[in-house]
């Protein structure tokens, strides 16, 4: 089953943002997701937090670098409290990465254009593809194990040794993370 959703309408809106925040909430085993622009908000990062800490796989393969230093950074923000959460994130620092997608249990993936954030699905014109079905599921699956392969792992005791100025630019970046 294939479902295409975009923003342009407030229903379309909501039926996105739930499908994504109940796939993740009634997840088993996993929960596998390539953003190049992360900016969760509370209810997004309470989801994946609660899947991790009821033993669902939950990676995150971020970028690296951005060509948005204030999204990139605003993302970023977020990445202690997940790791508290036994969230996992890795980053790839090889490519610019610009991948939106997600693959859960292996036969819920979505795939387009939207940064799977309730902003994005609000005011940008952004369009998905919600697919259903194991066969797309393992492609996105080898797409996603590709990705992990070429990331790096941030580890909690890691990420407490970023220095002051990543910290500063974090802060000042998640002030303005609703208009990223």
């Known amino acids: 089953m294939v479902q295409v959703l975009g923003s342009e309408a407030g229903a379309q809106v909501n039926l996105i943002y739930a499908s994504l925040l109940s796939a993740i909430e009634h997840a088993e085993r ?51 409290e ?31 254009s939207s940064n799977m954030d309730f902003r994005s699905f609000l005011h940008n014109d952004e369009v998905n593809a919600v697919i259903l079905g194991a066969d797309f599921a393992a492609d996105m699956e080898a797409m996603f194990a590709a990705d992990l392969q070429a990331s790096v792992e941030i580890t909690s005791e890691q990420w407490e ?4 100025f990543k910290r500063f630019k974090e802060r000042f970046a998640r002030l303005w993370e609703y208009w990223l």
């Open 82 to 112: 997940l790791l508290e959460g036994k969230v996992r994130i890795f980053e790839r620092r090889d490519a610019l990465l610009h991948a939106k997608t997600a693959v859960i249990d292996g036969v819920w993936s979505t795939v387009g």
């Open 30 to 80: 996993s929960i596998h997701i390539t953003m190049a622009y992360f900016v969760p908000n509370a209810q997004l990062i309470e989801a994946l937090k609660k899947a991790a800490h009821r033993g669902v796989d939950v990676r995150l393969v971020m970028p690296g670098f951005s060509d948005y230093w204030i999204t990139f950074h605003a993302g970023r923000s977020h990445y202690a």
């Open 161 to 164: 040794r970023r220095s002051s």
